[in-house]
C-alpha cells in the first residue's frame, strides 16, 4: 500500500491521464512495477475522496437530525408546565416551645409544649426589578380539630408587591410588618436569643405588626436608609387600651383613618445598627362617631430607639419603645395613657456553635399582668447556621397589684427552632 500526501495529488492525477491515453508504446517507456504501484495510489485516492464524501453526507444529516431534536426540545420546554415556576422562590420558619413556670400563686403555675408557630413564604420574581412577597403562618398547632378549637390561628403576615425604582430605592404595597422595632421584621428563631421572644417587642411593640398599604425604602451609599408608609392602624374600640389587642390583622380592618410610620437606620459601620422609628394614629378607635362611648383615645404615637453591636464574640442589643395616648383613656382603661418598656441584652459567642446572653427588661403595659421587671439567662446552640436549640432561665417580678395576685414566677423554657 503507497500513501500519498496530499500535495501529491497533482502529480498522482497526472499521472492518471497519461495512463487513460492510448499512448504508443514507442512513445514512452514506463517501468512495469513503477507503473502498477502508481496505479494502486491513484485507486487509493479515488477510495479515500469516496469516503470522504460518504462521512461528509452523513455528518450533514446528523446535523440535521440535531436541529430537528433541538427544535422539539425548544418547543417543549417553551409550553412545559414548569414555566409556571419560573422566579418563583420558597423558605420558611417554625419554632416548638417547652415552658415550665413556677407562679408564687400554684393555680398560675405552666407546665407545656407548644407548636408556637409554622411559617411558610412564598415569593415570586416577575422581572429583576418586580416581585411578589408572602407570608402564612399557623399558629398553636391549628385552630381546630375534629370540631373542638386548638386555640391557633392562621393568618397572612405579608403580601404585598414591591418594585426597585433604582439601586437605592423602593416601593411597595400590600400587606407588610410594619418598620418598627428588631424583631418585627427579623423574628425567625435562629436570629435571636431566647425561646420567648423579648416582652417589650411583645406588648408594646406588638410583634408580628402587621398593616396594610404602601410604602418605600431609600437608601444612601453611606449606610442610612429611610423608610416611610402609609397603612392602616391599630383599633381599640373596645380593648381597654390593650395595644396587641388593638392589631386588626387586615381582617375586614376599619380604615377611617390611616396611620403612619416613619423609620430612620444606619448600619455605616461594621456590626452596628442604629434605629429610631415613629407611628402616628390621629383615629386610634377608628370610629367616625366622636360621640361614641368608645371613642375615648383622640390620638396615638408610638417612639422606639435600638441599637444592636457585634464586635468579635460579643454582642449586645437594647431598645426603648414607649406608646403616648391623649383623650379620655386613663377614665375609660385606668392611667394607661402612657405605656413603655426597655430591654438591654449582652451576650458571648463561645465558638460558631454556642452563645450565651443575659437580658434586663422592664415593661409597663395595660394590664396589671403586662407591668412586671424581668432577669433572663440562656444559651443558644446552633448545630446548623439555620437550626438552634434554646435553653432560657427567667424571673419575673410584677408590680404591687399583680404582685398580689401571686403572678411573680420562675423557670426555665426549651426550645428548637429553624429557618429555611
Not at 100 to 110: F, K
Request: glycine share 8%.
Amino acid at each position: 500500500m503507497i500513501c500519498i500526501k496530499p500535495a501529491s495529488k497533482l502529480i498522482a492525477l497526472s499521472a492518471l491521464l497519461a495512463l487513460t491515453l492510448p499512448l504508443q508504446a514507442e512513445q514512452i517507456s514506463v517501468d512495469r512495477e513503477e507503473y502498477e504501484n502508481l496505479k494502486k495510489a491513484v485507486e487509493y485516492l479515488m477510495i479515500q475522496q469516496k469516503q470522504a464524501m460518504e462521512t461528509a453526507t452523513r455528518a450533514e444529516e446528523k446535523a440535521d437530525e440535531a436541529n430537528e431534536v433541538a427544535n422539539a426540545t425548544a418547543e417543549v420546554v417553551e409550553d412545559s408546565p414548569l414555566d409556571a415556576f419560573e422566579g418563583i422562590s420558597l423558605g420558611g420558619y417554625g419554632e416548638v416551645h417547652y415552658n415550665n413556670l413556677s407562679a408564687d400563686d400554684s393555680d398560675r403555675d405552666l407546665e407545656e409544649v407548644d407548636l408556637h408557630r409554622f411559617v411558610l413564604f412564598v415569593g415570586k420574581e416577575f422581572t429583576d426589578d418586580l416581585r411578589f412577597v408572602s407570608e402564612f403562618e399557623i399558629e398553636h398547632g391549628g385552630v381546630e380539630a375534629d370540631g373542638d378549637p386548638l386555640g391557633g390561628e392562621v393568618e397572612i403576615e405579608q403580601a404585598y408587591i414591591e418594585y426597585d425604582v433604582n439601586d437605592n430605592a423602593q416601593v411597595r404595597g400590600g400587606v407588610f410588618l410594619v418598620p418598627a422595632g428588631i424583631l418585627n421584621e427579623t423574628h425567625e428563631p435562629p436570629t435571636f436569643y431566647g425561646v420567648e421572644r423579648n416582652d417589650v417587642e411583645n406588648v408594646i411593640i406588638p410583634s408580628t405588626w402587621w398593616e396594610a398599604g404602601v410604602g418605600s425604602t431609600f437608601r444612601t451609599n453611606n449606610g442610612f436608609s429611610f423608610d416611610a408608609a402609609l397603612h392602616s392602624g391599630l383599633n381599640f374600640s373596645g380593648t381597654s387600651g390593650r395595644i396587641r389587642s388593638a392589631r386588626g390583622k387586615v381582617s375586614n380592618q376599619r380604615l377611617s383613618d390611616p396611620a403612619v410610620t416613619g423609620r430612620v437606620k444606619y448600619t455605616g459601620i461594621q456590626g452596628l445598627e442604629l434605629a429610631a422609628s415613629i407611628n402616628h394614629q390621629t383615629d386610634p378607635t377608628q370610629d367616625d362617631d366622636t360621640n361614641a362611648e368608645d371613642d375615648f383615645i383622640d390620638d396615638a404615637t408610638l417612639y422606639q430607639a435600638h441599637a444592636i453591636y457585634n464586635r468579635g464574640r460579643l454582642g449586645l442589643r437594647a431598645l426603648y419603645a414607649q406608646w403616648d395616648f391623649s383623650g379620655d383613656i386613663e377614665d375609660a382603661a385606668g392611667d394607661i395613657d402612657e405605656q413603655f418598656g426597655w430591654y438591654l441584652e449582652p451576650s458571648f459567642k463561645v465558638n460558631n456553635w454556642l452563645g450565651l446572653y443575659a437580658r434586663y427588661e422592664e415593661v409597663e403595659g395595660a394590664r396589671v399582668q403586662d407591668q412586671f421587671s424581668q432577669w433572663e439567662v440562656g444559651a443558644n446552640w446552633w448545630p446548623h447556621t439555620d437550626v438552634v436549640v434554646k435553653f432560657d432561665y427567667r424571673d419575673r417580678s410584677h408590680d404591687p397589684e399583680a404582685e398580689a395576685d401571686g403572678r411573680d414566677f420562675d423557670g426555665f423554657d426549651l426550645g428548637i427552632g429553624y429557618m429555611f
